[in-house]
């Protein structure tokens, strides 16, 4: 392990611990990383959301300050939960959009209906079909649904997750093919 990661390792376990100041101390070391996974989670969702990649960092992170005796054995335990937070986050935006479109705080008119289109944002179901699918498949194999968290929001390669999950690449390449085959049947 670098010294770079050591030196995360103890600040994530301080920041479990209590320690004052450690969990910001592991945002300011990890921010980038984290900006990098919320381009990749936003680009996944194409024009989904409303949210930049700055902002879902900062809401990801808020929702990680949110809880209560969050401990973080090493950083790839950390960057699977803000990827788990980051996909609740774009997941609560789109909810909460429908629910505005179903009769909400405001009435949007307009005569053009190209701009009345686009404003629909028509992917928003798809991003939800995905997000119950994902939990379908945790209520039957909670491991591969860490190990789609893990690959696919967060960006971690087999050798982090299986270091994550104490398996084997392997075993990680195998739970993720199981996985694909089961979210694509859940999807049609």
Do not use: C
């Not at 609560?92 to 959009?97: I, Y």
């Amino acid at each position: 392990m670098s010294d770079d990661g050591a030196e995360i390792t103890l600040l994530l376990r301080a920041a479990g611990a209590g320690r004052p100041g450690a969990a910001d101390q592991v945002m300011a070391l990890l921010y980038n990383e984290l900006r990098l996974l919320a381009r990749s989670r936003l680009r996944r969702s194409g024009q989904f959301t409303l949210l930049d990649t700055t902002a879902l960092v900062h809401e990801g992170y808020l929702r990680l300050q949110g809880q209560q005796a969050l401990a973080f054995a090493d950083r790839q335990h950390f960057f699977a939960y803000a990827a788990r937070a980051m996909r609740s986050v774009v997941v609560d935006l789109v909810r909460a959009r429908q629910a505005d479109r179903r009769g909400g705080a405001a009435e949007h008119l307009t005569l053009d209906t190209a701009i009345a289109e686009s404003a629909a944002a028509p992917h928003d179901g798809e991003i939800l079909r995905v997000h119950d699918a994902l939990q379908d498949l945790a209520a039957v194999d909670a491991r591969l649904a860490s190990v789609v968290e893990m690959r696919y929001f967060g960006g971690l390669s087999d050798a982090e997750i299986a270091e994550a999950l104490g398996l084997t690449e392997r075993t990680v390449q195998r739970d993720w093919q199981k996985a694909r085959l089961l979210l694509a049947m859940a999807l049609k």
